[in-house]
């Protein structure tokens, strides 16, 4: 591959909605592509910290579930929507797969948690521009009810999740509002 090549896969990278998904599945050959992809993120003094939790069909039922039963136990009685339920659950039903985003922090703690945590963002990064190479729709989310201590069951010892990666077919070139600033405004140079 070229760095044309490079530059236009990860510009053409974006967050897709489970809304824009398809009935289709993704094969478990390009979901093994996808975790593949992730093992070689950077990772300091190769912890290889990231931990995936792979959902897919009626193991969703049960993602959306507990999901929804977990909004309606964290959200204060006067934030409650049913409508916001409905869409959490809807979310992940509409969604090929489903994988939980975790960290198993070094047990020795040779490294800070935030470089295992940046690792992990690394895998993420590599698992997004996979998607968009095979034209795969996916987005990171974070919803704060999952994310800390005991948050999430789904875990072993020692693993924190940190969000989840929803996964599905779209229709080609889906129409994109991204921009980023220039980025000169991001950059000093210091000769
Ligand atoms: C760590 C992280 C957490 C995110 N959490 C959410 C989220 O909870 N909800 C959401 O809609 N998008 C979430 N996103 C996706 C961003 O909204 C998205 O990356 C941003 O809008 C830029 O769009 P792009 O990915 O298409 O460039 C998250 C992205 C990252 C990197």
Known sequence: M????LTDLIKRRRSIFP??????????????????????????????????????????????????????ETISPEKYNENKKKRISKKILSSSHVIALCVRRDPEERIPEWEELAALSCAVQNMYLSCTAMNLGCYWSSPGMIIGKNAFPYLEEGERCYGLMYLGVTVPNLPSKAVREDIKTKVAWVK
């Not at 070229?2 to 090549?5: A, F, M, T, V």
């Not at 824009?20 to 979901?31: G, H, L, P, V, Y």
């Open 19 to 72: 809304s824009t998904f398809t009935d289709e599945k993704i094969s478990q050959a390009d979901i093994e592509t996808i975790l593949e992809n992730a093992q070689w993120a950077p990772n300091h003094k190769n912890t290889e910290p990231w931990r995936f939790k792979v959902f897919t069909g009626s193991a969703l039922e049960g993602l959306a579930d507990f999901m929804s039963n977990r909004y309606t």
């Open 2 to 5: 070229d760095i044309h090549s």
